[in-house]
C-alpha cells in the first residue's frame, strides 16, 4: 500500500518560537555588553580629562608659591576646560568634575593628602558641596574660578557605574604634587 507523502513547508509554531527565543536573548546580552563598553570609555575619557586639568594647574603655578592662578579654557587642546563626557547628554548637568582644595595646613607627604571620595564624602556631585573639612567647587570655564590660596587639592569624577547616592568608593581623583 503506498502512502501519500505530506508536502511539508514552513516550520511549526514551536520552531519558530524556539528560534525567536533565541534571538531575543542573544539581543539582550549584545545591548548589556554594548552598554558595559560605553560606560568604560567615558571613565577613560573622565581620567585623561583630570590628567589634563591637574597638569594645566600644576604647570601654570608659580614656584614655590601657594596661589594657584586661574586658567582659562583657551588653555586647553580643545580650546574648552574638560567636561564630563556624560554631562553634555543630560540637562541639567548631574555628573560634574570637583575641585576640592583646603587653604590651611599644606601636607608634608603624599599620605597626608585628603583622600576626597574615599575618606571624604562630596556629598552632590552638581554643586561639588564637601561633607567634612575642605572647599568644593564644581569646574567650569575656569579653574579655580579665581585665583585662590592651595594648599592641597583633588580633582575629582564620579565613576560613571556608581550611581548609587549613598556610595562614593568609585571616584576618580589627581592630587596636587607636593
Known amino acids: 500500500m503506498n502512502l501519500p507523502v505530506l508536502n511539508k513547508r514552513g516550520f511549526t509554531l514551536v520552531e519558530l518560537m524556539v528560534a525567536i527565543s533565541i534571538v531575543a536573548i542573544l539581543a539582550v546580552v549584545g545591548l548589556v555588553v554594548y552598554g558595559n563598553v560605553q560606560a568604560t570609555a567615558r571613565n577613560s575619557q573622565r581620567e585623561q580629562?583630570?590628567?589634563?586639568?591637574?597638569?594645566?594647574?600644576e604647570s601654570n603655578k608659580p614656584p614655590g608659591s601657594t596661589i594657584y592662578p586661574?586658567?582659562?579654557?583657551?588653555?586647553?587642546?580643545?580650546?574648552?576646560?574638560?567636561?564630563?563626557?556624560?554631562?553634555?547628554?543630560?540637562?541639567?548637568?548631574?555628573?560634574?568634575?570637583?575641585?576640592?582644595?583646603?587653604e590651611t595646613n599644606p601636607p608634608t607627604t603624599a599620605s597626608q593628602i585628603p583622600k576626597y571620595g574615599v575618606g571624604?564624602?562630596?556629598?552632590?556631585?552638581?554643586?561639588?558641596?564637601?561633607?567634612g573639612t575642605g572647599t568644593g567647587v564644581p569646574i567650569a570655564n575656569a579653574?579655580?574660578?579665581?585665583?585662590?590660596?592651595?594648599?592641597?587639592?583633588?580633582?575629582?569624577?564620579r565613576d560613571e557605574t556608581d550611581q548609587t547616592a549613598t556610595a562614593a568608593t568609585k571616584v576618580f581623583c589627581k592630587y596636587n604634587k607636593l
Open 49 to 57: 580629562s583630570l590628567q589634563a586639568i591637574t597638569t594645566a594647574l
Open 70 to 102: 586661574q586658567i582659562l579654557d583657551t588653555q586647553f587642546s580643545g580650546g574648552t576646560v574638560p567636561t564630563d563626557p556624560k554631562a553634555a547628554a543630560t540637562a541639567p548637568a548631574t555628573q560634574k568634575y570637583c575641585l576640592i582644595y583646603s
Open 120 to 131: 571624604q564624602f562630596i556629598s552632590n556631585w552638581t554643586s561639588c558641596t564637601v561633607t
Open 143 to 157: 579653574i579655580p574660578v579665581v585665583a585662590v590660596k592651595m594648599t592641597s587639592w583633588a580633582v575629582c569624577a
